[in-house]
């Protein structure tokens, strides 16, 4: 049987041709091409996307302007009471501490809070569905943090020390006070340039690694109450252990809590360390830096380990 086609002598059928595709710079996925540019994803847009999150949310906002506020102003007030008095009590950027003892805390709630608030309200699983690689979403927090805090307190602490250096300097030290001896030139309380390193650069490095460490341990926790009471028994919770160790068989405990508590190497780079010592703070910074790349790799291993 023959169809008119054959018996016309008509040419064969053409084979049918694909549809058109739109045109478009991404490439053809099953017939289709998206129009929007399509790029590979890379650590530098993770830091973008991070960065965006963190200066848009309200509580960077709040805990930085409250740390400033805190580290400034507790400092002026110490050093306006020490102006008070002829002779200077201790090292001229001293005052610059008791700020900071406060601020650091605000800084240890925002470390928690930038990877913990993404659990609580389930928007991990938008960012780690836009950026597969676990460890790069982390990566990204982390450097994004670690440098808007550190900017922020080492420029906190700068401003103190310049406040503290010019209502305190020119005053006779106290003859029974605890001052360093390359803190006093010519009877006057003075700054060397390893002071001034210490209390700002160093100070501003030593809280900013504190809230990377806490943002590890939000990272390993997944919960904000528990994380933030983690780090605060982590800051407190040696000094306050030592107070009560006052018998003689606990003494090297004791002394050895007071030399590795947290807040005895911040007070270390202002030249007042709570242990009595001459140590200058750096050591313990290196030891706190040690402690937070620790903390680091335990966070890693375990993102990629569990499930979101």
């Known amino acids: ?16 041709q694909a549809p058109p595709q ?14 929007l540019p399509v790029h590979r994803t890379h650590l530098g847009g993770a830091l973008a ?3 965006t999150k963190i200066r848009t949310v309200r509580s960077t906002m709040w805990t930085l302007g409250i740390m400033f506020t805190l580290v400034v102003g507790v400092g002026f007030l110490t050093a306006l009471g020490l102006n008070s008095s002829d002779t200077a009590q201790m090292p001229l950027l001293a005052g610059g501490l008791f700020g900071l003892m406060l601020g650091q805390i605000c800084i240890i709630t925002l470390g928690v809070l930038v990877i913990t608030s993404e659990y609580s309200t389930g928007m991990i699983r938008t960012t780690l569905t836009a950026s597969p690689p676990r460890s790069r979403v982390l990566a990204a927090k982390a450097i994004v943090f670690f440098l808007l805090s550190f900017v922020m307190t080492t420029a906190a602490t700068g401003l103190t020390a ?15 006070a605890e001052i360093p001896k ?3 030139s010519g009877g006057e309380v003075v700054a060397s340039g390893s002071e001034w390193l210490g209390a700002t650069v160093g100070a501003g490095l030593y809280v900013a690694l504190l809230g990377l460490l806490s943002l590890a341990v939000g990272a390993m926790l997944r919960h904000s109450a528990g994380a933030i009471t983690t780090m605060l028994g982590v800051v407190l919770l040696p000094l306050l252990l030592a107070l009560f160790m006052v018998t003689e068989s606990l003494e090297s405990v004791r ?20 242990d009595g ?4 703070g750096w050591d313990l910074l290196w030891v706190l830096a040690g402690v937070t790349a620790a903390a680091l790799v335990g966070a890693f291993a375990l993102l990629e380990k569990r499930d979101v």
């Open 277 to 280: 010592g001459d140590g200058t």
């Open 22 to 35: 739109p045109p478009g710079p991404g490439p053809a996925v099953g017939g289709y091409a998206s129009p």
């Open 255 to 274: 002394d050895k809590l007071i030399e590795y508590s947290p807040l005895n190497g911040l007070a270390s780079l202002y030249r007042i360390p709570m």
């Open 1 to 16: 049987m023959t169809t008119p086609y054959q018996q016309q002598g008509a040419a064969p059928a053409v084979p049918p």
């Open 182 to 184: 390359e803190s006093i």
């Open 162 to 176: 310049l406040i503290n250096s010019s209502m305190l300097s020119g005053k006779p030290a106290m003859e029974y």
């Open 49 to 51: 996307s991070e960065w």
